[in-house]
């Protein structure tokens, strides 16, 4: 049984990257940073969520690289960005500001696109200097701010003590996740993504997953135990668009729709029927989509931006 850390052909293995990179945090955490796509195109920023890498975003770097700039990185931790001791969503979002930082020049704006983790780092940096001057627009995916563990179904029972306990044991397991078998495959879809969820989704996922080390996947759970991150929603006063599965076990829709709630300017909930957690991967042309529009609406053309020069300096 293989140990792939992703899958190796078909929509959902990892395009080569243009270059690569290593971006050093403010507390000397390494960042390994991938930059797909023309060099001069409108710039996206993929942060991906809790035990993936990457490679979730194969689809929508794939699509969106042939005309777009996109950068995505491995969490602390994740893929092939190293472990670090420091846990929290502060470092979560130290690493994001180093990202930005380091790709994007000075006043170049981008559409940021997080997946569940990666959607909470955009609400943790919410207040960074980086995020305020190169973020045009943002795209949530399955995610939320706060009260993770309570609102999870991946356990079958009424909502209560009992449920939150046993959610909370599962979540954050220490034990190895092992090879990636069928029963693991029916496991991670059951507790990830929708019902209807194709083979090789569910493969992409598993391989993705189960790479990750389980001491890094047993902190990071410590983390979204504890999560408070309302008050970040509230600062992120870019255009937000959110996407979430009907069939979310890990941040069901109550968490969007509260989002949607909180936002300064949110333009768009999409409510998917029957998707589960991972949305990039269930739905990739909707999501592409999204962040492609996001991309046309909110980041000015260098046509419109000589314009706005010329009536400055006229």
Same mark, same amino acid.
């Given at each position: 049984m293989s140990r792939l850390l992703h899958v190796a052909d078909g929509p959902y293995a990892p395009p080569v990257p243009a270059h690569e990179l290593t971006v050093t945090a403010a507390d000397g955490a390494r960042i390994h940073v991938e930059v797909h796509g023309p060099q001069n195109a409108p710039a996206v920023v993929l942060a991906h969520g809790w035990c993936c890498s990457t490679a979730f975003w194969a689809a929508q770097i794939r699509e969106l690289g042939v005309d777009h700039r996109v950068i995505a990185y491995d969490q602390r931790g994740h893929g092939r960005s190293p472990a670090n001791p420091a846990y929290g969503t502060e470092p979560l979002a130290d690493d994001l500001e180093a990202v930005l930082e380091a790709t994007l020049a000075p006043g170049e704006r981008a559409v940021i696109a997080g997946h569940s983790m990666g959607g909470m780092t955009l609400m943790a940096a919410a207040t960074r200097p980086a995020v305020r001057e190169h973020a045009a627009a943002v795209l949530l995916c399955s995610t939320g701010s706060a009260r993770l563990v309570a609102s999870a179904t991946v356990v079958p029972m009424r909502a209560g003590r009992a449920r939150t306990w046993l959610t909370r044991r599962i979540l954050g397991s220490r034990a190895p996740l092992g090879p990636v078998t069928p029963l693991a495959r029916r496991i991670l879809k059951y507790g990830t993504m929708g019902p209807g969820s194709a083979p090789h989704m569910v493969e992409a996922c598993a391989r993705i997953v189960h790479a990750c080390p389980s001491r =890094?996947?047993? +902190?990071?759970?410590?983390?979204? /135990? $504890? $999560? /408070? %991150?309302?008050?970040?929603? *509230? @600062? %992120? *006063?870019? &255009? =937000? @668009?959110?996407?979430? +599965?009907?069939? /979310? *076990? $890990?941040? &069901? &829709?109550?968490?969007?729709?509260? %989002? #949607? #709630? #909180?936002? &300064? /300017?949110?333009? +768009? $909930?999409?409510?998917l029927p029957g998707l589960g957690h991972m949305t990039p991967v269930e739905a990739p042309d909707l999501v592409t989509g999204k962040i492609r529009t996001l991309a046309a609406t909110y980041i000015p053309s260098p046509h419109s931006e000589r314009a706005v020069h010329a009536e400055e300096s006229a």
């Open positions: =890094v996947r047993h +902190g990071w759970s410590q983390v979204l /135990d $504890l $999560l /408070d %991150l309302d008050h970040g929603v *509230r @600062e %992120l *006063r870019m &255009p =937000v @668009e959110i996407v979430v +599965g009907t069939a /979310d *076990r $890990l941040t &069901p &829709p109550v968490h969007a729709r509260v %989002l #949607a #709630a #909180a936002l &300064p /300017d949110c333009v +768009g $909930l999409t409510e």
